[in-house]
């Protein structure tokens, strides 16, 4: 999809001890009345990591069972409206989208808010800001991950080909001519999915077009998606052409991170999400990572790391178990579950004061709390229909495969956003 003037948060997903059916306040009438709590998240891959997390929350809530029911991510924003109208059988806890897609839920009156309930004193408010309700200001959940894109490398191809991480935009030319030349991918992206197509944009282009000062100019209406530096950033990525996969916008996501993982490419212009998945999948893969160095022309001369809140964990107010839910959702605020989080599921946590135990983790943490911008397609374009990531994604589709050039891009990404997009409005 799935920020930041400097965002703070962090990532994704709940899971648990799996139970069999039984009555929703007892265990199938055994007596010990315990309480089972339905978790529904969009990350079924993190199962194994949150059901030891939950199990150190059992330990305390004896009385409580948390079940975890993954939904496939491409299919669980159009199976969640129908899944937290359900007061029997549906969800407790709720796993949410941040920024724009919570909205329709919290209008719909399906979330319990929770200000006054959680205590999230001195978290940032940008963190927050994911998890509320752009009408009335209050907090619906308790964001879980932040998540930070920046280049993925493997260690082993940049040793094998004599190749240092590019601090230049010319040394990235030149390692990608180097690749090539050795019949190895540069980069692998998906262009199938816009979505990723505007990750790979933010990356290399957020410099050129000018990062926090360009969106913020954005939202107030002094420049529009037909700039000529957002043109720029835009041409950027279709100077990177050559170095993605051949016909790279018919390469799904899937096939691109196993182009990666497989040692088939050098090179995966990605987020910090990828790292545990890539590991699960090639244990022995030795990743490093660095910023894009600034493309020519850029308006921000220094390297910057994107990021954005991916999510937060909410209370469904069709839940027969409030009490239990809540008593689970404030646990989710606390340095205990932030620090399992980020340690189980090799995540950055939002919850502030945890820091990764995994050092290229905490590097990307780091990189972003010292120079870090919000995402601008998600924090600042992602609260309307269009989403800004899918209608800058798409132009960039028909920009690499020759249908359109920078300028007719950026008109369509502009006539996209403006559709529901009022400037002054802030976002």
Sequence with gaps: MRRRGALFAALSVLAAVALPACAPSTDGGSGDDKVNLTVLSWRPEDTTGYQKIFAEYQKS????????????????????????????????????????????????????????????????????????????????GVPFALQTIQVLYNKKIFADQQINPPTTWEELVAACDKLKKAGITPMATSGLQPWVLAIAHQIFGATRYG?????????????????????????????????????????????????????????????????????KTSPDLDIGFFEAPPAPGSKVDHPVTSGWVDGSYGISAKSPHQAEALELVKWMATKEFGQQFADQLRQISAVPGTTPSDPTLAQMLKNYQDHGVPYMMLVSFGYGNPLGRDVEGTALQKMLNGDASASEAGKEIQKGIRAWFKPGSGG
């Design 61 to 140: 809530h004896p009385n409580v069972r948390i079940d975890f029911k993954g939904i496939k991510a491409t299919d669980y924003l159009a199976v969640l409206p129908n899944e937290v109208k359900k007061a029997q059988g549906g969800p407790d806890v709720v796993q949410l989208k941040p920024y724009g897609p919570i909205q329709s839920l919290i209008q719909g009156g399906d979330l319990v808010p929770l200000d006054g309930k959680v205590d999230v004193s001195g978290w940032p408010a940008e963190t927050l800001d994911a998890a509320k309700g752009r009408q009335d200001g209050k907090l619906y």
């Design 211 to 279: 990062a926090a000062d360009f969106s913020a100019a954005a939202v107030s209406g002094k420049k529009t998606f037909t700039d000529p530096d957002y043109l720029a950033s835009l041409e950027v990525v279709k100077q990177l052409q050559p170095y993605f996969p051949d016909d790279v916008t018919a390469v799904d996501y899937p096939d691109a991170q196993a182009l990666f993982t497989s040692g088939k490419a050098a090179m995966y212009p990605g987020g910090s999400y990828e790292l545990g998945p890539f590991e």
